[in-house]
């Protein structure tokens, strides 16, 4: 059973001045456990917004989106967000930390709406998550006193304490130089392949997306398979599986 | 909730600053609150002990010398004392005693002067709260004494020179037979009643009294402390027994006399009143300038809030944060209000000025702690009702395109 499907999705929304904005069209897409996805598209093309459907926030306009098999129309309220909070993993496009929270409080967000032993035990899965992503020594800075780079990790970080089953990446580099961009990469990549999470990298960077197994792209808010040619151009060599 | 706790706490941490300036009324309203009702309740216990040292504690039944309106015959004393001693071993009734007041002599230093005399079994001190400055009050073995007993006001004992207890000093009573008795305590100085007061016993005042022979001196009231609750159908069946023992035609009055059964009000009353009125005005700002710096914060935290809803916050979770957020807040500030108040109170100025003439310090009373600590979280809830009602609303894809 797929863990994440899209059936005919579409997304639009009332303009100010009367009329519809058609932002996503169509969009048909599955996603298995384990599955590393990229998905490319001009500025505008609609990527966030579809990450807001993929990741649960948001309802289609029309068509179906069944997580986990269950349909996502009959799953309202708490129970979305409860099931949200478990299984979904965020890194925003803007990194979205906590103003004058530390590295270790933003990293522990998730965890607090956890219950059990991820709840009490949140402090030390948080230290260990962020020891992981190589901040060990920056528990205690708040994001004004972090890098880019680092601000990056702090969110990927918090996207990964409870072990999600879906990761969604919007423009994870976009902040970044390439050389940092790419170690962020690498490094989500293992993460998601060693738990075997499903992981949805949204950018416009064509090197960021070749990293992926399966690539999209998005465009005037459709979504197709990028086909054979477009791969051998966008990857470097050797790149592709 | 634990977790909202654990969460809301955080939050009050980090804005710090900020919620500690707007608190700042808070803690000024529920210190006047809490102040208020301190000053309040420690001014009427000192009232009410006032009025008990009178009249007795609830419930105090009191019997007035029976006598016969056809004739106008007082009561026989002896035939009255038998009554009230079956009455006392009928129902068990642990305090009751005696009372009598009649006017005396003392024969001080510089002269004679004028005591006001109560004559008293041991069981009205407990009856009447009497608390001494110095030594002790009569106990039923001082009955038995050959020299009288006296416990005697502060006048009177200044007037003798405050001696020491441990001397023996005397008194000498002027009266059909010069007496002289010893003083066992003194009474605490009163701002009210200054006066040359003394209190013995029936045995010492006999040989005081005007005149043994019946009808010629004052006849002594009975009263009896009883269970509220016994007071009324216990009055019934003194009036019944007393009647019985005199016969048909006498008048036997039997009335309750404490501050309960007058119906006394609170002569602070109004005063507590307004200033209750301007605290709880002074916290409704508190509370109005709570409400308006968390809503324009909940407008600026718009998306973080998004952000916690987006990591699994649910919507009643986001509710009780932002409510909790405002409540714990609140309650600090009613503690550092409550705090203060309990400085203020205990201060010796304060005391000096509603209490004056009490002997020990009068703890700050519970409630007012707890009512100031309970309107500090009032307001805390009802300032952050409407940020949290605003923070539910928060779409979350709305707030993190934000
Ligand atoms: N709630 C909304 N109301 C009106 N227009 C919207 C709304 N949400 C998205 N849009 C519009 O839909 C289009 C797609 O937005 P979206 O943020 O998904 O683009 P994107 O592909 O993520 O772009 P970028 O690469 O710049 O982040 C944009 O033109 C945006 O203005
Ligand atoms: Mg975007």
Same mark, same amino acid.
């Given at each position: 059973?797929?863990?994440?499907?899209?059936?005919?999705?579409?997304?639009?929304?009332?303009?100010?001045?009367?009329?519809?904005?058609?932002?996503?069209?169509?969009?048909?897409?599955?996603?298995? *456990?384990?599955?590393?996805?990229?998905?490319?598209?001009?500025?505008?093309?609609?990527?966030?917004?579809?990450?807001?459907?993929?990741?649960?926030?948001?309802?289609?306009?029309?068509?179906?989106?069944?997580?986990?098999?269950?349909?996502?129309?009959?799953?309202?309220?708490?129970?979305?967000?409860?099931?949200?909070?478990?299984?979904?993993?965020?890194?925003?496009?803007?990194?979205?930390?906590?103003?004058?929270?530390?590295?270790?409080?933003?990293?522990?967000?998730?965890?607090?709406?956890?219950?059990?032993?991820?709840?009490?035990?949140?402090?030390?899965?948080? !230290?260990?998550?962020?020891?992981?992503?190589?901040?060990?020594?920056?528990?205690?800075? !708040?994001?004004?006193?972090?890098?880019?780079?680092?601000?990056?990790?702090?969110?990927?970080?918090?996207?990964?304490?409870?072990?999600?089953?879906?990761?969604?990446?919007?423009?994870? !580099?976009?902040?970044?130089?390439?050389?940092?961009?790419?170690?962020?990469?690498?490094?989500?990549?293992?993460?998601?392949?060693?738990?075997? *999470?499903?992981?949805?990298?949204? !950018?416009?960077?064509?090197?960021?997306?070749?990293?992926?197994?399966?690539?999209?792209?998005?465009?005037?808010?459709?979504?197709?398979?990028?086909?054979?040619?477009?791969?051998?151009?966008?990857?470097?060599?050797?790149?592709?599986? | 909730?634990?977790?909202?706790?654990?969460?809301? #706490?955080?939050?009050?941490?980090?804005?710090?600053?900020?919620?500690?300036?707007s608190l700042v009324g808070v803690v000024i309203a529920v210190a006047a609150l809490a102040a208020v009702v301190g000053v309040g309740s420690i001014a009427?216990?000192?009232?009410?002990?006032?009025?008990?040292?009178?009249?007795?504690?609830?419930?105090?039944?009191?019997?007035?010398?029976?006598?016969?309106?056809?004739?106008?015959?007082?009561?026989?004393?002896?035939?009255?004392?038998?009554?009230?001693?079956?009455?006392?071993?009928?129902?068990?009734?642990?305090?009751? =005693?005696?009372?009598?007041?009649?006017?005396?002599?003392?024969?001080?230093?510089?002269?004679?002067?004028?005591?006001?005399?109560?004559?008293?079994?041991?069981?009205?001190?407990?009856?009447?709260?009497?608390?001494?400055?110095?030594?002790? #009050?009569?106990?039923?073995?001082?009955?038995?004494?050959?020299?009288?007993?006296?416990?005697?006001?502060?006048?009177? #004992?200044?007037?003798?020179?405050?001696?020491?207890?441990?001397?023996?000093?005397?008194?000498?009573?002027?009266?059909?037979?010069?007496?002289?008795?010893?003083?066992?305590?003194?009474?605490?100085?009163?701002?009210?009643?200054?006066?040359?007061?003394?209190?013995?016993?029936?045995?010492?005042?006999?040989?005081?009294?005007?005149?043994?022979?019946?009808?010629?001196?004052?006849?002594?009231?009975?009263?009896?402390?009883?269970?509220?609750?016994?007071?009324?159908?216990?009055?019934?069946?003194?009036?019944?027994?007393?009647?019985?023992?005199?016969?048909?035609? #006498?008048?036997?009055?039997?009335?309750?006399?404490?501050?309960?059964?007058?119906?006394? =009000?609170?002569?602070?009353?109004?005063?507590?009143?307004?200033?209750?009125?301007?605290?709880?005005?002074?916290?409704?700002?508190?509370?109005?300038?709570?409400?308006?710096?968390?809503?324009?914060?909940?407008?600026?935290?718009?998306?973080e809030i998004g952000i916690r809803r987006a990591f699994g916050a649910t919507a009643p979770r986001v509710f009780l944060a932002v409510l909790l957020e405002?409540?714990?807040?609140?309650?600090?500030?009613?503690?550092?209000?409550?705090?203060?108040?309990?400085?203020?109170?205990?201060?010796?100025?304060?005391? =000096?000025?509603?209490?004056?003439?009490?002997?020990?310090?009068?703890?700050?009373?519970?409630?007012?702690?707890?009512?100031?600590?309970?309107?500090?979280?009032?307001?805390?809830?009802?300032?952050?009702?409407?940020?949290?009602?605003?923070?539910?609303?928060?779409?979350?894809?709305?707030?993190?395109?934000?």
């Amino acid at each position: 059973m797929s863990l994440l499907v899209l059936e005919a999705v579409t997304r639009s929304v009332e303009l100010p001045g009367g009329g519809r904005l058609e932002i996503l069209r169509g969009i048909d897409l599955e996603v298995d *456990a384990g599955d590393h996805v990229s998905i490319v598209g001009r500025s505008g093309s609609g990527k966030s917004t579809l990450l807001g459907l993929l990741g649960l926030i948001d309802d289609p306009s029309s068509g179906r989106i069944v997580f986990d098999g269950m349909p996502l129309a009959r799953v309202s309220g708490g129970r979305r967000d409860r099931l949200r909070g478990r299984d979904v993993g965020f890194i925003f496009q803007q990194f979205h930390l906590l103003p004058g929270r530390t590295a270790l409080e933003n990293a522990m967000t998730p965890l607090l709406y956890a219950r059990g032993r991820q709840f009490w035990r949140r402090e030390r899965i948080a !230290t260990e998550m962020l020891e992981r992503v190589g901040l060990g020594d920056r528990l205690q800075s !708040t994001p004004d006193r972090l890098s880019g780079g680092e601000q990056q990790r702090v969110a990927i970080a918090r996207a990964l304490v409870r072990g999600p089953r879906l990761i969604l990446a919007d423009e994870p !580099t976009g902040a970044l130089d390439v050389d940092t961009g790419s170690a962020v990469m690498a490094l989500l990549d293992e993460v998601a392949a060693a738990s075997g *999470a499903a992981l949805i990298t949204i !950018t416009h960077d064509p090197g960021i997306a070749a990293m992926a197994g399966r690539r999209f792209r998005l465009d005037e808010g459709v979504l197709r398979p990028v086909d054979a040619a477009d791969r051998a151009v966008a990857a470097p060599p050797g790149g592709a599986p | 909730m634990i977790g909202a706790l654990v969460e809301a #706490w955080a939050e009050f941490r980090v804005h710090r600053a900020r919620v500690l300036l707007s608190l700042v009324g808070v803690v000024i309203a529920v210190a006047a609150l809490a102040a208020v009702v301190g000053v309040g309740s420690i001014a009427s216990q000192a009232q009410i002990e006032q009025l008990e040292r009178g009249a007795g504690r609830p419930a105090t039944l009191v019997l007035n010398p029976p006598y016969d309106p056809r004739t106008g015959k007082q009561a026989d004393p002896a035939k009255l004392a038998a009554a009230f001693d079956q009455i006392v071993e009928r129902y068990s009734i642990t305090y009751a =005693g005696s009372v009598l007041w009649s006017g005396g002599q003392a024969q001080f230093v510089d002269g004679v002067d004028a005591v006001q005399l109560t004559v008293v079994d041991p069981a009205y001190g407990p009856m009447h709260r009497v608390q001494l400055a110095r030594g002790d #009050w009569f106990s039923d073995r001082d009955e038995l004494r050959l020299t009288p007993a006296l416990v005697v006001s502060d006048a009177v #004992w200044r007037r003798l020179g405050s001696p020491d207890l441990a001397t023996h000093p005397t008194l000498t009573l002027i009266g059909r037979q010069p007496t002289t008795g010893v003083i066992l305590g003194v009474l605490p100085p009163d701002p009210y009643v200054g006066n040359l007061q003394a209190y013995l016993l029936g045995s010492g005042y006999a040989a005081l009294a005007p005149s043994a022979a019946p009808g010629a001196s004052p006849l002594p009231m009975y009263e009896f402390w009883v269970p509220l609750e016994l007071a009324d159908p216990l009055a019934e069946r003194i009036r019944a027994e007393v009647g019985a023992a005199f016969g048909e035609g #006498w008048v036997v009055d039997v009335q309750r006399q404490d501050y309960l059964a007058w119906g006394a =009000g609170d002569p602070l009353e109004p005063v507590r009143i307004v200033l209750l009125a301007i605290a709880g005005l002074i916290l409704l700002l508190g509370a109005l300038s709570l409400v308006n710096i968390a809503l324009v914060t909940v407008r600026q935290r718009v998306r973080e809030i998004g952000i916690r809803r987006a990591f699994g916050a649910t919507a009643p979770r986001v509710f009780l944060a932002v409510l909790l957020e405002s409540v714990v807040a609140t309650v600090i500030a009613g503690f550092v209000g409550v705090v203060l108040a309990v400085i203020l109170v205990q201060s010796d100025w304060i005391q =000096g000025l509603i209490a004056p003439g009490l002997q020990d310090a009068v703890p700050f009373p519970v409630e007012a702690a707890v009512i100031g600590l309970v309107a500090a979280t009032g307001v805390g809830a009802l300032a952050g009702l409407l940020p949290a009602l605003v923070a539910v609303r928060v779409k979350v894809v709305d707030a993190i395109r934000y």
